[in-house]
């Protein structure tokens, strides 16, 4: 499956931004869907994650309440909704994709595909 991510850019602090991951190569509701980001000299770190038919998330503590997750099977898209963005947010936010996933994954090599990334940056 290849997977696109969209949405990224500069926003200041207490701002919003809505990233979406759009896949192709198929069939996209056999995977289940994460976020994740990685800061400059930082590890890649688990942001969310959906199963296939969005009856199960999971957040990192560090977004829990700000962030929503979200997909739309029908459009094989998708989306992490960001409110309330902090300087901190700041990242490159990669969408990822694993093959029948029972429980959701929180770690980057749970995952089977990746996208290229999208930059956040949450100005002060």
């Known amino acids: 499956v290849q997977l696109v991510e969209s949405g990224g850019g500069l926003v200041q602090a207490g701002g919003s931004l809505k990233l979406s991951c759009a896949a192709s190569g198929r069939t996209f509701s056999n995977y289940a869907m994460g976020w994740f980001r990685q800061a400059p000299g930082k590890e890649r770190e688990f942001v969310a994650a959906?199963?296939?038919?969005?009856?199960?998330?999971v957040y990192a503590d560090s977004v829990k309440g700000r962030f929503t997750i979200s997909r739309d099977n029908a459009k094989n898209t998708v989306y992490l909704q960001m409110d309330s963005l902090k300087p901190e947010d700041t990242a490159v936010y990669y969408c990822a994709a694993a093959l029948w996933m029972v429980r959701l994954g929180t770690t980057p090599n749970e995952y089977d595909y990746w996208g290229q990334g999208t930059e956040v940056t949450v100005s002060s």
């Open positions: 959906i199963g296939w038919n969005s009856a199960s998330t």
